[in-house]
């Protein structure tokens, strides 16, 4: 039987990296994106001359409005897995930070998942051992300096995993989080080269980590092998935090 999951901001660099990883299990993928369509064209290209047997279906959907996260559930039928994975890190001082921001960072982190899922758990709850995973941050365990907003919104993802997950257990359906450490995506552009080594040098293994390795811990979780893991967040680090 063909499998189902959608990826939200499956444009950005850790999506690109699920997608792929995903795509090479025998995933069929909804690829959700909002402003970087080229992004998509270019990675359903890549995965269907490597895959002829997958379905690839993109869906555009702007997260940060209301209508967003109906607009991307109503384009779900057959699902088996949601995978959150959209974001943005606004990064500067608490005090700087606008009212605007904050409900954008609110809205696409926390309420457009929080509202998308609870509009396909009928959907998922056809599959009893369906799986959710949301894309939370280091931040979200301990808190960030200069990124307050981001932190915060991270923290509330895991609260909801481990809330969420609980109300579920029953049915078979888990929920689980990721929490990235440092990543070599675009994310970390706004950060200098010398600003980009002092902050390996605080990492115990010493360097920045792979999109790879995010879309390997997803893999993991979707599978089969993580049938009896769920409400946790998988640290994801280098032992930066522990």
């Known amino acids: 039987m063909k499998k189902f999951a959608l990826i939200t901001g499956a444009s950005g660099g850790i999506g690109i990296a699920i997608a792929k990883e995903l795509a090479s299990c025998g995933w069929n993928l909804y690829l959700h994106y909002n402003q970087n369509e080229q992004k998509i064209i270019e990675l359903i290209d890549e995965l269907n001359d490597l895959y002829d047997q997958i379905e690839l279906i ?59 899922i609870q509009a396909l758990l009928p959907r998922l709850l056809k599959n009893s051992a369906s799986k959710i995973v949301l894309i939370s941050s280091i931040w979200g365990q301990t808190g960030a300096a200069c990124e307050v907003i981001y932190s915060t919104v991270k923290g509330a993802q895991i609260a909801f995993v481990k809330s969420l997950s609980k109300e579920l257990a029953r049915s078979g359906l888990t929920v689980n989080c990721i929490a990235p450490g440092a990543i070599n995506t675009n994310m970390l552009n706004q950060f200098s080269e010398d600003e980009i080594m002092e902050l390996e040098a605080e990492i115990p293994v010493g360097r920045l980590g792979k999109p790879e390795e995010i879309a390997n811990t997803v893999s993991f979780l979707l599978s089969n092998k993580a049938t009896y893991i769920t409400g946790q967040v998988l640290a994801v680090n280098g032992g930066w935090y522990t």
């Open 58 to 116: 993109p869906i555009y959907a702007d997260l940060l409005t209301d209508e967003g996260s109906h607009i991307l559930a109503n384009s779900i039928f057959q699902l088996d897995a949601i995978v959150c994975s959209s974001g943005v890190a606004p990064y500067g001082l608490f005090s700087d930070l606008d009212e605007k921001t904050m409900d954008n960072m609110l809205q696409l982190h926390v309420k457009s998942p929080m509202v998308l």
